[in-house]
C-alpha cells in the first residue's frame, strides 16, 4: 500500500511499518526530512488529513503531501511527551500546553476550511444509549442536547485532542496530529483531556478539579459550560465503546465527576 506514494513523493524508508487504529504508517525521509506517510481507506481519517493540511502548519503537524488515502506530515522529532509529563508530576504544565494548542487549531483564518462534519452528528449515538442504559447517559444526552442547541464560539474543531495526539516538533513547539474534522463549539475540543491519559490521573477526584480550573482559565470558558462538555463527551465516548464491546469504565467515572461538580444526583448504570 505504500509503494505508490514512496515513489510518488520520492520517499525513502526510515523505520518499520505499524498500525493503527484506522490506518497504516510508515517512518520514511523526503530528500533527507523525517517524515511519516500514512494511509487510510477511512473517510474520517481523509477528511482529518486535509484539515491537517487547511492548517498549515499553525498548530498541527506540517503537511508535505495528501492525495486521497495518503498523507505525508513532518515526524515529530522532540523527545518530550504529555503522557511522561503527567506520569512524571507535570500535570499542570502537560494541561496548559493542550489548552495552548488547541487555541491555536482554533485560530480564524483567511481561507475557507475543507468540509466538515457538524457535531450534531456525533452525538446521535448517545440519544439511544440514553433511551436503553438510561441514569448516567441520560444525563449526559440531556446535557449534549442542551449544548448542542445553544452552541456558542462555533469553530473549525479538532475533534480528538488528547495527550497521544499532541506531539513534540522540537523547535516548531508542541503540535497536534490526528484529527476527525468537525466544526462546533470550541468548548467540545477540551473534554477529551480529562478522559486522558489512561489510568488513574484521569480519575482522581483532586486532579480532575485541578484540570477543571487550569483548562477554564487557560481557554477563557466558564467553568460550568465546561463541565457540561465534559459529561456530554464522556458519556458519547462511553456509548462508542460499549458499541464496540469494551468497558466504558474510565469516561463514566470521568462523567460522574463531571456530573458531581455540576451538584447533579445521578443514579448511576449498573
Avoid at 489548552?99 to 446521535?124: G, S
Avoid at 486532579?207 to 459529561?231: N, T
Amino acid at each position: 500500500m505504500f509503494e505508490h506514494y514512496l515513489k510518488r513523493w520520492d520517499l525513502t524508508l526510515d523505520g518499520s511499518a505499524f498500525a493503527s487504529l484506522n490506518g497504516h504508517l510508515l517512518p520514511v525521509r523526503q530528500h533527507g526530512m523525517p517524515a511519516m506517510l500514512k494511509v487510510s481507506q477511512v473517510a474520517e481519517e481523509q477528511a482529518g488529513s486535509l484539515l491537517m493540511a487547511w492548517w498549515d502548519g499553525d498548530g498541527a503537524a506540517p503537511v508535505l503531501a495528501v492525495a486521497g488515502e495518503a498523507l505525508l506530515m513532518a515526524r515529530a522529532q522532540g523527545s518530550a511527551s504529555l503522557v511522561q509529563k503527567v506520569a512524571g508530576g507535570e500535570d499542570d504544565d502537560a494541561t496548559r500546553i493542550l489548552c495552548a494548542v488547541v487555541a491555536r487549531l482554533h485560530a480564524p483564518r483567511d481561507k475557507p476550511p475543507p468540509a466538515l462534519v457538524p457535531l450534531t452528528h456525533w452525538f446521535e449515538a448517545l440519544w439511544g444509549a440514553a433511551h436503553k442504559h438510561g441514569g448516567l447517559f441520560e444525563q449526559c444526552a440531556n446535557t449534549a442536547r442542551e449544548l448542542l442547541a445553544d452552541p456558542r464560539d462555533v469553530t473549525v474543531l479538532h475533534g480528538d485532542i488528547h495527550h497521544g495526539n499532541v506531539l513534540d516538533f522540537g523547535p516548531s513547539g508542541w503540535l497536534a496530529i490526528d484529527p476527525k474534522g468537525l466544526y462546533g463549539e470550541r468548548g467540545f475540543d477540551y473534554a477529551n483531556l480529562f478522559c486522558n491519559p489512561e489510568g488513574a490521573s484521569a480519575l482522581a477526584p483532586e486532579r480532575f478539579a485541578r484540570r477543571i480550573e487550569i483548562v477554564a482559565q487557560a481557554a477563557g470558558m466558564d467553568r460550568r459550560r465546561l463541565l457540561q462538555w465534559v459529561l456530554a463527551w464522556s458519556g458519547l465516548s462511553a456509548t462508542w465503546m460499549l458499541e464496540d464491546g469494551i468497558d466504558p469504565g474510565r469516561p463514566l467515572e470521568v462523567a460522574k465527576l463531571a456530573a458531581m461538580a455540576l451538584g447533579s444526583d445521578i443514579k448511576v448504570m449498573e
